[in-house]
């Protein structure tokens, strides 16, 4: 685990290196959907101390499982229904998935029940398949704006899947509209949060992600190999 773990640095800091970037710039989170929670044990003992997750139940589980270990956090990555807002409210410390109002009015009211906060980062459609989650990069500013009644909320960035070919310039695109969608927002007087970072790239395309600009990339088969 602590090899896979340092191979897959070593290429972020080797495309950190290509683009003139500061690798601490570039955050590694360790993706463990479908992983036994030995896995990621031994990930915890390498260093890693959040994951991400898709599924609400399955993270749910493996949060009250591990739960001994207080300094293990949860980032949810995945798309969430508005009825499970509850369940992520009373134990994720990030969700990346964040696409309509209703869900973000859903979470606030939770975590103000829990008494907890939440970072988010708005899901961006960048590809423009159907298949996806997100908002088409037209409608980002008018949630951005909409979130600035929420104070549970606290908004950190974008985050995309990218298209997915093996075609690296329709990839490469995918990553120039975030850098696109960020500039409106901070150009957008109506906004005041910063939607500085950029959670993008994959096991697949987390290279060219970071050469692109990723702040976060989310990786699993990479690390933790095929899933179940
Ligand atoms: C599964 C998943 C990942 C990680 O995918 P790999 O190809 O295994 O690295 C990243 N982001 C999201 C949103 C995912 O659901």
Not at 60 to 66: F, S, V
Not at 132 to 139: S, T, V
Not at 192 to 202: H, N, R
Not at 206 to 218: D, I, N, S
Request: proline share 3%.
């Amino acid at each position: 685990m602590a090899e896979n773990l340092s191979r897959v640095r070593a290429a972020i800091d080797r495309a950190c290196d290509r683009a003139n970037r500061d690798p601490s710039e570039v955050r590694l989170l360790p993706v463990s959907k479908t992983q036994p929670t030995e896995k990621i044990l031994a990930a915890y003992e390498a260093g890693v101390r959040i994951f991400g997750e898709n599924r609400v139940q399955e993270a749910a589980g493996k949060a009250a499982e591990l739960a001994a270990h207080a300094d293990l956090r949860w980032a949810m990555i995945g798309h969430l229904q508005t009825n499970k807002a509850k369940d992520v409210a009373a134990f994720a410390d990030e969700f990346q998935a964040l696409d309509s109002f209703r869900l973000a009015e859903t979470l606030d009211h939770r975590l103000q029940q829990a008494d907890r906060s939440l970072d988010v980062f708005i899901e961006v459609n960048t590809s423009g398949e159907t298949s996806k989650n997100g908002l088409p990069p037209g409608e980002v500013a008018e949630l951005a704006i909409a979130l600035q009644q929420f104070d549970r909320l606290r908004p950190r960035g974008l985050m995309t899947i990218a298209a997915n070919t093996d075609d690296q310039d329709q990839v490469a695109a995918c990553f120039r509209t975030m850098i696109e969608v960020r500039r409106q927002l901070q150009d957008d007087d109506r906004i005041d949060a910063d939607y500085g970072e950029l959670s993008m790239g994959m096991s697949g395309d987390f290279e060219l992600a970071v050469e692109h600009g990723a702040t976060t990339v989310r990786v699993g088969t990479a690390i933790f190999g095929t899933r179940r």
